[in-house]
């Protein structure tokens, strides 16, 4: 028995620092590229400013909150995007430690071919293995980041009205019920344990 005692130390070491981990506020780096027409950027900083503050509303409940800690400029051939393989072609700017933001002018439906829609997260294997990153269209309401980074954080759409996954509006600030904060708990610290995301220092942004 004495020879298993310091596996058991150190496993009771690793799940009182999981339950540390998990029951405290974690604050993720988002980097924003931002696509331009002509010599202007699709989307103004008061834009971007706008949707990380609504998303910070809306995920605070879960003790989770996001900053924009990088804003980089996007080649013109990814100003609009319509099909799955303009897409794709994002995924060699993603690298882990920070959510990846990409905001254009333009972003087609791929399920319904000439019409277009606000957000997306989208998944790919291009750029060195499976990555996954959200795109914003410029004209995406200002809760449409807090939606997408909620599939980003695992959660499917909901039927329930008012529920930031839902397309059905209700009073209030957008929100999200008990069990989709319990898999956005899950969900992030599965990213920090297999350093897909990098925590920012501790205290919510101001």
């Known amino acids: 028995m004495t020879r298993f005692l310091p596996h058991l130390f150190a496993l009771s070491a690793l799940l009182l620092c999981s339950r540390e981990v998990s029951a405290q506020e974690m604050r993720f780096g988002l980097t924003v590229h931002v696509a331009s027409e002509g010599d202007a950027p699709v989307v103004d900083e008061a834009w971007i400013d706008t949707q990380v503050d609504r998303a910070n509303q809306i995920f605070a409940p879960s003790e989770t909150s996001f900053e924009r800690v990088d804003r980089r400029d996007l080649a013109p051939e990814h100003t609009t995007l319509i099909t799955r393989g303009h897409r794709h072609q994002l995924g060699p700017y993603v690298a882990d430690g920070e959510i990846h933001v990409f905001v254009v002018k333009a972003l087609g439906d791929v399920d319904q071919p000439g019409e277009f829609i606000r957000g997306v997260h989208w998944r790919s294997r291009r750029g060195g293995g499976p990555r996954h990153y959200v795109i914003l269209s410029s004209i ?67």
């Open 140 to 206: 995406a309401g200002p809760h449409v980041l807090a939606h997408e980074l909620g599939h980003f954080f695992g959660n499917p759409h909901s039927p329930t009205p008012g529920n930031i996954m839902s397309y059905a509006r209700g009073r209030g600030l957008p929100f999200f019920d008990a069990q989709q904060l319990r898999r956005i708990a899950r969900h992030r610290i599965r990213f920090v344990d297999r350093n897909e995301l990098r925590l920012l220092p501790s205290g919510r942004p101001e």
